[in-house]
């Protein structure tokens, strides 16, 4: 079955960095777009950072353009997405997901993805 597990989030402090990972294993990944997407307490899921499976494009969410790096490696099946400058307003449960986007163009809606990770927290504090 398809699994996507990530890793890498914990506490850090204002200003500091973090890299998130996300290892896929039952599903051909170089077809897929990945996603980040993050869920604060009392918020609903949002988009955060997305990559074709091609790896040439990518897509941010405004608040973290030119902070948050996303990339990936088809050859370990990997997504990463690197955090820098990080903000309280950053704090959430990241999840990453998969999305069967070969033949169609990239989207930042959720309900468009087909796999999903248990989360990942990250927590910054002022």
């Known amino acids: 079955q398809v699994q996507l597990v990530e890793s890498g989030g914990g506490l850090v402090q204002t200003g500091g960095s973090l890299r998130l990972s996300c290892a896929a294993s039952g599903l051909t990944f170089n077809r897929y777009d990945m996603g980040w997407f993050r869920q604060a307490p009392g918020k609903e899921r949002e988009f955060v950072a997305g990559?074709?499976?091609?790896?040439?494009?990518?897509y941010y969410e405004d608040s973290v353009k030119g902070r948050f790096t996303i990339s990936r490696d088809n050859a370990k099946n990997t997504v990463y997405l690197q955090m820098n400058s990080l903000k309280p307003a950053d704090t959430a449960v990241y999840y990453c997901?998969?999305?069967?986007?070969?033949?169609?163009?990239?989207?930042?809606?959720?309900?468009?993805?087909?796999?999903w990770g248990q989360g990942t927290q990250v927590t910054v504090s002022s």
């Open positions: 990559i074709r499976w091609s790896g040439r494009s990518t």
């Open positions: 997901a998969a999305a069967d986007r070969y033949y169609r163009d990239f989207t930042r809606r959720s309900l468009s993805y087909d796999y």
